[in-house]
């Protein structure tokens, strides 16, 4: 089993929807997680760090669950640039442990 | 945030050939990594670089086949050794910075073909 798992996508949704991508992990020891955004051929980007029970910053919100090893990620009223993947990772250690990435396509 | 400057950007190579990756931080990191990614797959960390010591890696990633220095704080290297078609993918160089906040930033990457 990988230690952090992602739906693979691709999402492809409209302008202006709210989609939702989910993480588990299975390393209960982990102890900060967060969501990096890569487009395509370039480096992955930190988008979102996520603590406690999670945090918001414009029209993302990023919500961790322990209990159920869960993470998820909110984007709201999508736009085109959001297209691309999204790594949901864990720290372990100081050690970024990524998932598989989920893909995002936003059409017109 | 921390710059990382990677090169180089792309290589094709020949197999057999060894090819020599840089990265450089343009501040005081505490935490240097090396990751791959292969085409449509997520990033796999090679080693943690640790400053004046030997690489830690992770399984199935060796010394003698990506050998790694870290002679200061802010400069590391990743050797891809005896290339084979295989190791064709992105290298990833990366840095953290520990605080109350625990950020990792990236190096461009550089895109390797070995021919």
């Known amino acids: ?108 | 945030s921390a710059v990382i400057s990677q090169k180089p950007s792309r290589d094709i190579c020949q197999r057999g050939t060894s090819l020599t990756i840089q990265c450089q931080v343009d501040s005081q990191v505490t935490m240097m990594f090396w990751y791959r990614q292969q085409p449509g797959q997520s990033l796999t960390l090679i080693a943690t670089a640790n400053q004046g010591s030997e690489a830690t890696y992770e399984s199935g990633f060796v010394i003698d086949k990506f050998p790694i220095s870290r002679p200061n704080l802010t400069f590391s290297t990743l050797t891809v050794s005896n290339m084979s078609p295989e190791d064709s993918s992105i290298y990833l160089c990366s840095a953290m910075r520990q605080g109350r906040i625990t950020e990792a930033f990236f190096g461009q990457g550089t895109r390797l073909t070995v021919v």
Request: hydrophobic share 30%; with cysteine; proline share 5%.
């Open chain 1, 1 to 108: 089993r990988k230690e952090v798992e992602q739906d693979p996508g691709p999402f492809n949704v409209p302008e202006g929807a709210t989609v939702a991508f989910n993480c588990t992990y299975s390393n209960s020891a982990s102890q900060s997680f967060f969501w990096y955004r890569q487009d395509c051929r370039k480096e992955p980007k930190l988008l979102m760090s996520v603590y406690s029970s999670g945090n918001e910053d414009g029209r993302f919100t990023a919500q961790l669950n322990r209990a159920s090893q869960y993470i998820s990620l909110l984007i709201r009223d999508s736009k085109l640039s959001d297209s691309a993947t999204y790594l949901c990772v864990s720290d372990s250690s100081y050690k970024l442990i990524f998932g598989s990435g989920t893909r995002l396509l936003v059409r017109p």
